[in-house]
């Protein structure tokens, strides 16, 4: 597992398996200038930190958005929080209902998941697919986890919408056509998007179980905006990207798109995703759309 950060709100944390990409956020750190000025009101207290540091800390909001995958890296994740300074989470968001996206509760399993409404409707349809898909990946890769999945408490959340961090308030947009459901979050005052499974260097745009390319071509040109505007753009899987690197990815997408609906399996994937798992992901799509 890696962290970088991209900001010092945002964390990146990338999995050494499939390249998952989860990210910590947390609301604004205040100075101690600050919080003398405001009295410290409101949800945000100063703590100090132990072994003698006078530099007070912002204890307030933060959230993880996605997962890690391995057993180990979930295990670190409440250390890694710690030892970043960050608060405790105290929420969970999934930019989807794939199970790779879901996996924090493992870590966090005591705070609620939030989740776009069509994700929430996602998942009670779909009662044990998440876990039966984790299960099924496991036994594949001698993976044991010391405790089964649980998603226990969810919130479904209006998108597009806003969601509260503190004193801040990431936005959520749909994005579908990779699957039934989702929503990318944008983190506006750190120019950070998370874009689930969108706009990935070293995947070709994949049509899981229910998913549509036309939703998935409007969900990039939605998404446009926000990359041109973005400092960083993070995939459900593979390298952050800068906003040009975003853009062409998001070009090159697109053209895979209307070439899946024209010419169908002989459509040129992009330069970079031509490996055979890519070819077979290629294959995949093809059959989603009856080509």
């Known amino acids: ?7 010092p709100d945002v964390i990146l944390i990338t999995s050494a398996l499939l390249q998952t990409n989860c990210v910590l956020v947390r609301g604004r750190v205040a100075t101690a200038a600050t919080v003398a000025g405001t009295g410290a009101e409101g949800p945000i207290t100063v703590v100090h930190v132990s072994g003698g540091a006078d530099s007070p800390v912002l204890a307030g909001e933060s959230f993880v958005i996605d ?3 391995l057993p180990d890296e979930l295990d670190a994740l409440p250390a890694l929080v710690e030892q970043a300074r960050f608060p405790e989470p105290s929420g969970l968001l999934a930019t989807h209902g794939d199970w790779d996206h879901l996996l924090a509760r493992l870590s966090f399993p005591g705070i609620a998941l939030g989740v776009a409404e069509s994700t929430a409707e996602r998942l009670s349809s779909e009662p044990g697919a998440a876990q039966r898909a984790l299960r099924d990946f496991d036994e594949e890769l001698y993976i044991e986890r010391s405790r089964p999945l649980s998603l226990g408490s969810m919130q479904a ?3 597009p919408g806003k969601c509260e961090l503190g004193d801040r308030e990431l936005e959520l947009h749909s ?3 990779h699957t039934a459901d989702g929503m990318a979050v944008w983190i506006p005052w750190a120019r950070v998007l998370v874009a689930g499974d969108y706009l990935s260097a070293i995947e070709l745009p994949m049509l899981s179980s229910g998913g549509d390319a036309g939703a998935y071509a409007a969900t990039l040109k939605d998404l446009e905006p926000l990359v041109r505007a973005a400092e960083h753009v993070v995939p459900g899987h593979g390298p952050v990207l800068d906003s040009a690197g975003a853009l062409a ?3 090159e997408d697109l053209d895979y798109l209307a070439g899946l609906a024209e010419r169908g399996a002989e459509t040129e994937l992009p330069q970079g995703r031509r490996s055979g798992e890519q070819r077979r992901i290629h294959a995949r799509n093809v059959a989603a759309v009856g080509g």
């Open 157 to 159: 959340l209006p998108v």
């Open 175 to 177: 994005a579908t056509g």
């Open 1 to 7: 597992m890696r962290a970088v950060s991209l900001h």
């Open 249 to 251: 990815v998001l070009r």
């Open 67 to 69: 997962s890690p995958v």
